[in-house]
């Protein structure tokens, strides 16, 4: 089984440019999530989506973060314009559920790591 | 709102040795996953564990859960080097029919020297 592809690994940027980051799920994989890893801490969530639709956008900084999940595969995020406090993996995950039931095993891809210069 | 709390965040370990790293959270929740993460890797999921009471084993460690006390251990036995690297606990806030999703603790950075 192919995992959860993300792109690009490594992106540097000046404040108040902006960047975009690529996911691919894993295949039949109904929920996806951003996450975001500040060197030091544990990932937090950003925004989750089921198929295409959105489930918790709570913690996204919606001023200047957007995502989307095209068609109910890919998705993109965005930060446009970037801060330096935005410099942190950004982690796109995957999983089978679609509701609340079961357990929840998130298969994590290789993150992006952006640099706000 | 959820908190995770791990403790220790910084663990110094010699070969050999056992210990234990333990997990906390703020409400009610059935579901905690054990994550790996090595430097400048993703995450891995270690253990699953879905029930108070529950305990899993891989290798060198074991997971439970206790619900009750809203608590979860992850015990290293007879440590080796190979284990060093960042482990996570994360609740799933999932209870009582919302969606949910992973609520992550800070991190506990293992390191194991001989």
């Known amino acids: 089984e192919a995992g959860v592809a993300q792109s690009p690994r490594y992106k540097i940027i000046e404040k108040r440019q902006s960047v975009a980051f690529w996911c691919n799920p894993i295949?039949?994989?109904?929920?996806l999530y951003w996450y975001q890893q500040i060197l030091g801490q544990g990932p937090k969530l950003l925004i989750q989506?089921?198929?295409?639709?959105?489930?918790?956008d709570s913690q996204l900084p919606k001023d200047r973060f957007s995502a989307e999940r095209l068609k109910g595969v890919d998705s993109t995020l965005k930060i446009q314009p970037a801060k330096l406090e935005d410099s942190a993996v950004y982690l796109c995950?995957?999983?089978?559920?679609?509701?609340?039931?079961?357990?929840?095993?998130?298969?994590f891809g290789a993150g992006s790591r952006l640099t706000v210069l | 709102e959820l908190k995770v709390e791990q403790n220790p965040l910084f663990l110094s370990m010699q070969e050999g040795k056992n210990y234990t790293i333990y997990c906390n959270y703020s409400?009610?929740?059935?579901?905690l996953y054990w994550y790996r993460q090595d430097p400048g890797k993703s995450l891995e999921s270690l253990f699953v564990l879905l029930s108070n009471g529950a305990v899993k084993q891989e290798g060198r460690l074991m997971a439970s859960l206790d619900t009750k006390a809203r608590l979860s251990t992850l015990h290293i036995t007879a440590a080796v080097h190979d284990l060093s690297a960042t482990y996570f606990c994360?609740?799933?806030?999932?209870?009582?029919?919302?969606?949910?999703?992973?609520?992550f603790g800070k991190g506990t950075k293992l390191s194991v020297k001989p």
């Open positions: 295949s039949g994989h109904a929920t």
């Open positions: 409400t009610t929740s059935d579901r």
């Open positions: 995950a995957s999983s089978p559920r679609e509701g609340g039931t079961g357990a929840n095993v998130l298969t």
């Open positions: 994360a609740v799933d806030s999932y209870y009582g029919g919302s969606q949910g999703n992973l609520i």
């Open positions: 989506f089921q198929n295409n639709g959105v489930v918790d």
